[in-house]
T-cell receptor
Framework: DAKTTQPTSMDCAEGRAANLPCNHSTISGNEYVYWYRQIHSQGPQYIIHGLKNNETNEMASLIITEDRKSSTLILPHATLRDTAVYYCIVFNQAGTALIFGKGTTLSVSS | NAGVTQTPKFQVLKTGQSMTLQCAQDMNHNSMYWYRQDPGMGLRLIYYSASEGTTDKGEVPNGYNVSRLNKREFSLRLESAAPSQTSVYFC????????????FGPGTRLTVT
């Protein structure tokens, strides 16, 4: 599976959009980009995934660059409850399990 | 619909003791997983079960055994606990037909003294 690079930490003001970047320059054509988050002491929570088109659901939007070497997770109106570690994972769906890195710690403040 | 449940929530063991961590899911998922998370680290896969009746090693299987008891339940056993196994253990499940959206339990916090 391809590796990902994320900033260690980011800050965001409550009510503003949080844009979390992820680099995956070695991604191959059949690998998806998945995003999970982990709120303190809880199990990780699935957010969204995509292959090459942009995706949106009730939680977030995922923007993948045309060359697929990077992506951005957008939380459109961050709240204090969005404070968490966010993991960007590249995954081949023919594979078996996700590989979690260290992720980005997002701190949302009022 | 409880999702993924894990028992116990907390456990303290002495070195050399054994115990089994229990996991159950009520979403009729085919695949189940056991991860561990050490302080300040991401999750690491211990074992997984792609479907009922099958189990395979993940990244860090040494010192652990698993049993896929049925489609709902996947247990993790520590035969002889060591301090290095002090960690938070998460169970997860997924339905392969929907990609790998994994649903996680609340975790078991294990301390081995």
């Amino acid at each position: 599976d391809a590796k990902t690079t994320q900033p260690t930490s980011m800050d965001c003001a409550e009510g503003r959009a949080a844009n979390l970047p992820c680099n995956h320059s070695t991604i191959s054509g059949n690998e998806y980009v998945y995003w999970y988050r982990q709120i303190h002491s809880q199990g990780p929570q699935y957010i969204i995934h995509g292959l090459k088109n942009n995706e949106t659901n009730e939680m977030a939007s995922l923007i993948i660059t045309e060359d697929r070497k990077s992506s951005t997770l957008i939380l459109p109106h961050a709240t204090l409850r969005d404070t968490a570690v966010y993991y960007c994972i590249v995954f081949n769906q023919a594979g078996t399990a996700l590989i979690f890195g260290k992720g980005t710690t997002l701190s949302v403040s009022s | 619909n409880a999702g993924v449940t894990q028992t116990p929530k907390f456990q303290v063991l002495k070195t050399g003791q054994s115990m089994t961590l229990q996991c159950a899911q009520d979403m009729n998922h085919n695949s189940m997983y056991w991860y561990r998370q050490d302080p300040g680290m991401g999750l690491r896969l211990i074992y997984y079960s792609a479907s009922e009746g099958t189990t395979d090693k993940g990244e860090v299987p040494n010192g652990y055994n698993v049993s896929r008891l049925n489609k709902r339940e996947f247990s993790l056993r520590l035969e002889s606990a060591a301090p290095s196994q002090t960690s938070v253990y998460f169970c997860a499940s997924s339905e392969r037909s929907r990609g790998h959206e994994q649903y996680f339990g609340p975790g078991t916090r294990l301390t081995v003294t």
